[in-house]
């Protein structure tokens, strides 16, 4: 089944591959003549308006209360501040419950946003989306979080296993989310601004520290948007040679300290290229330390039930707008070890994806 599914992806099966007591397929990424190849589509950012802020929730409903001004070295949040926060989940194999496996966005009132390594190996009736929710380990909050299923999701047609380029998903909800003071949309970008030296946020239930645990309440970590050139020659100086196009967007600090917690496993003694596994069946999810050099993606087949692999992978990267009202900037996609220096984190540049977006949520 492992074997089939690098296959599937495109991937060349090298071999088998073991990660504790799991067992798989060691996937690396068949090279291209690129003779034979035609030149990728830049992204189409040709869309309305300048420095406004667009917000897709067309029912009139007002805005809830405006957040202050996975996460490593981050610090917990406060009930309702990031209204638009999303578990993404996946559901158990009897359907009774649903456990967390990525953030998420909420950007209107039926559409959610999230990565696309966190649904694409999914049907859409094993993923449920849950808003309003702060802890995990509580039933007891000021106001009760909302689940609803999923009736259709959208992977960005060029998302790419194995570079995690165009790394969006946007997935429909059954029934309509109702807006309250804990629940409300956050707007996209109105302009392809590149945010270099803005302050933003991130914020999910990933690990607090290098094979550290996952919490149960909301974190948020506030972290500099620096440029995808100085993004790439910090990999460059920890030791990683890696391609940062624009549709990426890189935060974090030089000397690392805080971050989303991504998460790399083990394959021949080596790290894969991509953060997560394919059927993020980890029985313990753990972050790695970097390696020299990559050569595939262990594809697991694990014994184990554990769906949290990533934790913050998918949620959200938000920047306050001049109005004061926050964006989302970013789409947490992936990143090496957990706020480990000169390894800053990935997102998917969320401008770059508006007109995506809007034909399909409009």
């Known amino acids: 089944m492992f074997v089939w599914e690098c296959i599937k992806k495109d991937g060349e099966h090298l071999g088998m591959c073991m990660e504790g007591f799991m067992f798989g397929s060691c996937c ?5 003549n690129p003779d034979l190849q035609s030149e990728a589509g830049e992204e189409d950012s040709s869309f309305a308006g300048s420095t406004d802020l667009k917000q897709l929730h067309s029912d009139g409903a007002t805005m809830g209360p ?8 981050g610090s917990t949040s406060a009930f309702g501040k990031w209204p638009w926060q999303v578990s993404v989940r ?3 194999f009897f359907g009774f419950s649903s456990t967390h496996r990525c953030g998420g966005a909420l950007i209107n009132s039926r559409w959610v946003a999230t990565a696309g390594h966190c649904v694409d190996d999914l049907l859409v009736a094993q993923i449920r989306v849950r808003v309003g929710e702060y802890d995990f380990s509580s039933v007891l909050e000021p106001h009760p979080y909302v689940e609803r299923s999923v009736i259709r999701k959208v992977v ?6 194995f570079t995690y380029e165009h790394d969006l998903a946007l997935v429909k909800v059954e029934e309509k989310i ?11 970008p109105g302009n392809d601004d590149l945010l270099i030296g803005e302050m933003a946020t991130v914020t999910g239930w990933g690990r607090l520290s290098e094979h550290g645990t996952l919490p149960s309440v909301l974190q948020e970590a506030s972290v500099p948007i620096m440029s995808n ?5 910090l990999f460059m100086r920890g030791g990683r040679k890696e391609s940062i196009p624009d549709i990426f967007l890189c935060a974090g600090y030089d000397d690392g300290g805080r971050d989303s917690c991504q998460v790399r496993v083990a394959c021949q003694s080596s790290l894969v290229k991509c953060v997560l596994l394919v059927n993020h069946l980890l029985s313990s999810a753990r972050c790695l330390p970097k390696a020299e050099e990559t050569l595939g993606r262990c594809v697991l087949l694990a014994n184990g039930s554990r769906d949290s692999c990533q934790g913050d992978s998918g949620g959200p990267l938000q920047v306050k707008g001049r109005d004061g009202r926050y964006f989302l900037a970013g789409i947490i996609s992936w990143g090496i070890g957990c706020a480990e220096a000169n390894l800053p984190g990935v997102c998917t540049r969320i401008s770059k994806f508006v007109p995506f977006i809007l034909k399909t949520v409009t």
């Open 66 to 73: 405006m957040p202050e001004g996975r996460i490593v070295n």
């Open 90 to 92: 996946r559901i158990s």
């Open 28 to 32: 690396a990424k068949k090279e291209k």
């Open 156 to 161: 960005h047609p060029k998302y790419d296993f």
């Open 178 to 188: 109702n807006f309250g003071m804990h629940v409300s949309p956050i707007c996209l």
């Open 229 to 233: 050139e100085k993004c790439r020659q």
